[in-house]
């Protein structure tokens, strides 16, 4: 594979990574303030897809059961069914799951983690919220 100038990858052939097209559509609905439909979507990503390449995408993820669509008008407004971390943790935890050796998968996911990175991971391991500083190992009112 080779880079694009935007940062995403490309086949050879110039043709988008598999799944790339997906990550798009969702995170262009993660960014959106609510629902949207597929116009919407196709404007909200780069370059110039068809309209039908945008509406299957959509199709598709919705599925997977990865977005829910509401009526509007004679089409659908779309919006995803997770949010971003929670969509990334359940891939994170689906990718761990599939290993066989989940302790060596584990052992090197962290080795490779920021000094950031793991600091967060330590804090929220000992219950306390990192990015507010908040303890949530005491009782709850």
């Known amino acids: ?3 694009r100038g935007d940062g995403g ?14 990550s798009d559509v969702l995170a ?3 960014g959106a303030d609510g629902p949207l439909t597929a116009g919407q979507v196709r404007e909200a990503l ?21 977005l829910v669509r ?3 008008g004679r089409g659908y407004a ?16 689906s990718l761990l799951e599939g290993g066989s050796d989940r ?9 490779e983690l920021s000094e950031q990175d793991e600091y967060v991971l330590q804090q929220l391991l000992s219950g306390h919220d990192a990015r507010t500083g908040d303890d949530r190992s005491g009782e709850r009112a």
């Open 1 to 3: 594979m080779q880079e």
């Open 9 to 22: 990858a490309r086949e050879a052939s110039g043709r988008r990574a598999r799944g790339e097209l997906e």
């Open 28 to 30: 262009a609905l993660w």
């Open 46 to 66: 780069p370059g110039d897809l068809a309209y039908t390449t945008v509406l299957t995408i959509l199709s598709r993820l919705y599925e997977k059961e990865m």
């Open 70 to 72: 509401h009526r509007e």
């Open 78 to 93: 779309y919006e995803p069914v997770r949010d971003e971390a929670s969509h990334t943790a359940q891939r994170m935890r």
């Open 103 to 111: 302790e060596a998968v584990l052992a090197r996911f962290v080795s």
